[in-house]
């Protein structure tokens, strides 16, 4: 789904980002910059900078920064095309797709969250008041589900019927069968998917009802859970249950705990830990993980991960390399699930997600526990088997910080122990470290804070050139602002990484300096710079008869470029034409 280029400008440009963050936060004017508590991080000084002009915003805290479409995608938790979309809607722009049938497949969402909306109104109502729904009512206070827990999560009952559902919706075959709620039988009559099960509605994160899942009454023959099948709504490898309730606690919490039910979800809410979430069906998938690191860094799983095995490993192991993510494990007692737990002991839930064990730890000790250690056979077969899982991890520090674990406890020379992992570990690739730079202000950055303020950029901009920057970061982001003819946006998607976040912190920043006397401290330090080059090569034994001139015509024009000599713009263009050729001269 791609929304037309000119429509994603227009409503960039239409947006007022001040009053949007005001959304969300408190925000007040300091000079030409709006400043607040950062959403993203907690403070009490104010670190977050927006630039209204621009409609970028930046924290000098946790780094956070972007447009106004991040920041909504950031605070709703939304993908671009659903930012966009809502600040469309805040200012009243009618979106345009890409092409006719995206447009189209908009449409289609809409009716089909429509009927689903429907769907839970009426399963809901159903378990509410119906008659045939005595059974689940009673089935569910059993399980601790009282009146207010019913209608929080809105849960519903799909009668043991063939049609009662498609009756009284009347949908459309076609929609019927493209939300997941029926089908088209043998005989070409519409009939309902859910038939005599409490239902869990699903939400996506906007609140949007886009499946169910159906949990069988205890006695009766057929599969425990039924969810809905894939549909243009619901894709159970991206699908979180009870992520829409969850989101703003995890977000705080900056971590999410993974549950395998329904039903565990609503435990870790009734015990006071409201950031639970659980797969709809299938294992945790990289689409998961992708969807999780929007909203925190710290991943609980709250299930057994052992039981998938080695490749399940490799996978955690990846996701937090590549996401910079930390999984953890909760320490549950064994055969409790955290929806049993949370009525039977609270307590002892909210401490197996307090105190939880790295991924790694978890599955050593879980290695440890099931070895026989009384002989010396069965400690030497219980490390062999504990180094397996050790060596899975791609960190040789940590893999060695075990290995003295596994050493104490089978009672083996920890050397010979890393001398037995050493032969079987995997190679691994270290991560490049991130490239540390100085936020000192200088000239430099002076003068790119001046060019990317909106009010200075059409004075500052052409009067700079990149022979005037030493810092290979400043004139790489120099150079994507030229580049850009002074559009900061297309400036910020074309430069890396470094140089864009560059211009973005200079963006949220009040500037300061006059565009001229900035330019003419930059001429002066980039001409005494080649004096001394040449008096370098004039030492060198250089040829006194060319460099001499050179370096008496250079000292005349440093001195015509002071400050307080007030020189014409025509002395100041000469001397920088000069530097500039002398730099290519250089190179």
């Known amino acids: 789904m791609a929304i037309v280029d000119d429509?994603?400008?227009?409503?960039?440009?239409?947006?007022?980002?001040?009053?949007?963050?005001?959304q969300f936060m408190q925000v007040k004017r300091v000079g030409r910059r709006w400043t607040g508590l950062c959403p993203f991080h907690g403070e009490k000084t104010p670190s977050f900078s927006i630039n209204a002009d621009e409609k970028l915003f930046y924290c000098f805290g946790c780094q956070a920064k972007g447009d106004?479409?991040?920041?909504?995608?950031?605070?709703?938790?939304?993908?671009f095309v659903g930012a966009v979309e809502w600040l469309a809607g805040q200012c009243g722009v009618t979106l345009r797709y890409t092409d006719k049938g995206q447009g189209e497949s908009r449409k289609r969402k809409t009716i089909l969250t429509e009927a689903l909306v429907a769907a839970v109104d009426w399963y809901h109502q159903r378990l509410l008041t119906g008659p045939d729904a005595g059974a689940a009512r009673a089935y569910l206070r059993q399980r601790g589900f009282d009146g207010d827990t019913v209608r929080r999560y809105r849960l519903g009952w799909a009668p043991d019927?063939?049609?009662?559902?498609?009756?009284?919706?009347?949908?459309?075959?076609?929609?019927?069968?493209?939300?997941?709620?029926?089908?088209?039988?043998?005989?070409?009559?519409?009939?309902?998917?859910?038939?005599?099960?409490?239902?869990?509605?699903?939400?996506?994160?906007?609140?949007?009802?886009?499946?169910?899942?159906?949990?069988?009454?205890?006695?009766?023959?057929?599969?425990?859970?039924?969810?809905?099948?894939?549909?243009?709504?619901?894709?159970?490898?991206?699908?979180?249950?009870?992520?829409?309730?969850?989101?703003?606690?995890?977000?705080?919490?900056?971590?999410?705990?993974?549950?395998?039910?329904?039903?565990?979800?609503?435990?870790?809410?009734?015990?006071?830990?409201?950031?639970?979430?659980?797969?709809?069906?299938?294992?945790?998938?990289?689409?998961?993980?992708?969807?999780?690191?929007r909203f925190a860094r710290r991943v609980v799983l709250a299930f057994d991960p052992d039981?998938?095995?080695?490749?399940?490993?490799?996978?955690?192991?990846?996701?937090?390399?590549?996401?910079?993510?930390?999984?953890?494990v909760a320490d549950l007692p064994a055969?409790?699930?955290?929806?049993?737990?949370?009525?039977?002991?609270?307590?002892?839930?909210?401490?197996?997600?307090?105190?939880?064990?790295?991924?790694?730890?978890?599955?050593?000790?879980?290695?440890?526990?099931?070895?026989?250690?009384?002989?010396?056979?069965?400690?030497?077969?219980?490390?062999?088997?504990?180094?397996?899982?050790?060596?899975?991890?791609?960190?040789?520090?940590?893999?060695?910080?075990?290995?003295?674990?596994?050493?104490?406890?089978?009672?083996?020379?920890?050397?010979?122990?890393?001398?037995?992992?050493?032969?079987?570990?995997?190679?691994?690739?270290?991560?490049?470290?991130?490239?540390?730079?100085?936020?000192?202000?200088?000239?430099?950055?002076?003068?790119?804070?001046?060019?990317?303020?909106?009010?200075?950029?059409?004075t500052m901009l052409p009067l700079l050139h990149e022979v005037l920057f030493t810092d290979d970061l400043h004139a790489v982001a120099f150079r994507a602002l030229r580049d850009a003819g002074g559009d900061l946006h297309a400036a910020l998607d074309a430069a890396d990484p470094g140089a864009a976040d560059l211009l973005q912190r200079l963006a949220a920043e009040d500037e300061t300096g006059d565009p001229a006397d900035v330019r003419r401290t930059l001429l002066r330090l980039e001409g005494w710079r080649e004096v001394e080059r040449l008096r370098v090569d004039l030492r060198a034994g250089g040829a006194p008869e060319a460099l001499s001139p050179l370096l008496s015509w250079l000292l005349v024009r440093l001195e015509a470029v002071r400050q307080d000599a007030r020189p014409e713009r025509a002395e100041e263009d000469q001397l920088l034409t000069w530097l500039s050729e002398r730099a290519e001269e250089r190179s």
Not at 182 to 197: A, S, T
Not at 234 to 240: A, E, G, P, Q, R
Not at 263 to 282: Q, S
């Open 7 to 22: 429509d994603i400008a227009t409503v960039r440009d239409r947006t007022d980002m001040v009053a949007v963050a005001s």
């Open 68 to 79: 106004v479409i991040d920041l909504v995608k950031d605070l709703q938790h939304l993908d």
């Open 161 to 293: 019927d063939w049609d009662q559902l498609a009756r009284h919706l009347r949908l459309d075959d076609k929609v019927l069968a493209d939300t997941g709620l029926g089908f088209l039988n043998r005989r070409r009559r519409q009939q309902d998917f859910f038939r005599g099960r409490v239902l869990f509605p699903i939400f996506d994160p906007q609140d949007n009802p886009i499946g169910f899942g159906g949990r069988i009454m205890p006695g009766v023959d057929g599969p425990k859970y039924l969810n809905t099948g894939q549909t243009l709504l619901y894709d159970k490898t991206k699908v979180l249950y009870g992520l829409n309730w969850a989101k703003d606690p995890v977000v705080k919490a900056d971590e999410v705990i993974i549950c395998e039910g329904y039903t565990d979800v609503i435990g870790f809410a009734d015990a006071g830990v409201p950031r639970a979430v659980a797969t709809c069906g299938t294992s945790l998938t990289e689409e998961h993980v992708r969807i999780l690191k």
């Open 307 to 328: 039981a998938a095995g080695a490749a399940a490993a490799e996978r955690v192991y990846a996701w937090e390399r590549t996401h910079e993510l930390e999984v953890v």
């Open 335 to 458: 055969g409790h699930d955290p929806g049993d737990l949370a009525r039977s002991d609270p307590e002892r839930l909210r401490t197996a997600v307090e105190e939880p064990a790295p991924f790694l730890g978890f599955r050593v000790a879980q290695s440890l526990s099931e070895g026989r250690t009384a002989t010396p056979e069965g400690r030497a077969r219980t490390a062999a088997a504990a180094l397996e899982v050790i060596g899975e991890h791609p960190d040789e520090l940590v893999r060695d910080q075990y290995v003295m674990q596994v050493a104490d406890r089978c009672q083996i020379d920890v050397d010979r122990l890393r001398a037995s992992l050493r032969t079987g570990a995997r190679p691994r690739v270290a991560p490049a470290a991130p490239r540390r730079r100085s936020t000192v202000d200088t000239p430099e950055t002076v003068a790119l804070r001046l060019a990317v303020d909106a009010e200075h950029r059409a």
